[in-house]
Nanobody, 113 residues
């Protein structure tokens, strides 16, 4: 069974940082790109980043370019999303996924003073 479990969310002040993690199991982790989406309250999911299966290439939405960094450790079946200079409008639930087929349960990020 494919499982993706996110962690690391929480409450942070504007301008602060958080590091999200996604631990995967049930599939050959190193063979798949991993994607992150976020969903703000009352809105649909927004694609924010993807990392290649070997970890050598990552792409970012324009809105987060230069502030977020996505990395992975295939030996630990883990992907990490380092988020810096967070903004209030980035509040939402953050999901790691395999494409759009498999989603984790998400982790809540709240950016508020």
């Amino acid at each position: 069974e494919v499982q993706l479990v996110e962690s690391g969310g929480g409450l942070v002040q504007p301008g602060g940082s958080l590091r999200l993690s996604c631990v995967a199991s049930g599939f050959t982790f190193g063979s798949y790109d991993i994607t992150w989406f976020r969903q703000a309250p009352g809105k649909g999911p927004e694609w924010i980043s993807v990392i290649s299966s070997d970890g050598n290439t990552a792409y970012y939405a324009d809105s987060i370019q230069g502030r977020f960094t996505l990395s992975r450790d295939n030996a630990k079946n883990t992907v990490s999303l380092q988020m810096n200079s967070l903004k209030v409008e980035e509040t939402g639930v953050y999901y790691c996924t395999i494409g759009v087929m498999y989603w984790g349960v998400g982790t809540q990020v709240t950016v508020s003073s």
